[in-house]
């Protein structure tokens, strides 16, 4: 088990290859400084709402290598897209653990759930022997209005912008309530 010390969440178990089916890539996580490898347009996704979250500390992709054995006894591994690391508040009662993520589109999980059921229900042993939560992240979950604030935001994350202007763009929002963009 790799764990995560200072902030720093520790290189994937496996690389993420080139792959002509579906879009692969990498898209900045800015915890790590680090490029970050997608196997689908919705782990991209997923992966820009856990970049964007204030209250993700980090997050790896291909975290851990599952082992796990079939009803016949057969061997097979299981390596789950993401573990997020949560901030830890000393001052809150509650703590939020670890989660390991599974992302996968609800078509693909209703045709090959007898499939993935071993390996899902292995993550979720594996998770609770960790002391973390297991998850399947669908484009309900991902694919939603915030994703489309967090695609326009994250580019003006780290502009430094003059306190007047700060001020005078919060006033003329409380002005008009409700603006788009563009208004503004």
């Given at each position: 088990m790799r764990l995560v010390s200072?902030?720093?969440?520790?290189m994937p178990i496996r690389i993420v290859p080139k792959n002509y089916r579906n879009l692969t890539g990498l898209v900045?996580?800015?915890?790590?400084?680090?490029?970050?490898?997608?196997?689908?347009s919705l782990e991209r996704d997923f992966l820009l709402l856990l970049d964007f979250d204030p209250e993700v500390e980090c997050f790896?992709?291909?975290?851990?290598?599952?082992i796990y054995h079939d009803d016949n006894g057969r061997r097979h591994t299981y390596t789950p897209d993401v573990l997020v690391h949560y901030h830890v508040d000393k001052t809150s009662v509650s703590v939020h653990?670890?989660?390991?993520?599974?992302?996968k589109y609800r078509d693909d999980l209703r045709q090959h759930w007898r499939e993935y059921k071993g390996?899902?229900?292995?993550?979720?042993?594996?998770a609770r022997e960790h002391g973390w939560c297991f998850?399947?992240?669908?484009?309900?979950?991902?694919?939603?209005?915030?994703?489309d604030n967090v695609k326009f935001l994250r580019h003006y994350r780290h502009i430094n912008v003059e306190t007047a202007h700060v001020h005078g763009l919060l006033e003329r929002l409380r002005v008009l309530r409700e603006?788009?963009?563009?208004e503004l």
């Open positions: 200072n902030g720093v969440c520790p900045y996580n800015s915890r790590t400084s680090t490029m970050t490898a997608f196997e689908s790896e992709e291909q975290p851990v290598k599952i653990p670890p989660v390991l993520c599974e992302v390996k899902f229900t292995a993550a979720r042993r594996y998850r399947l992240m669908t484009e309900r979950e991902i694919r939603t209005p915030y994703l603006t788009t963009p563009e």
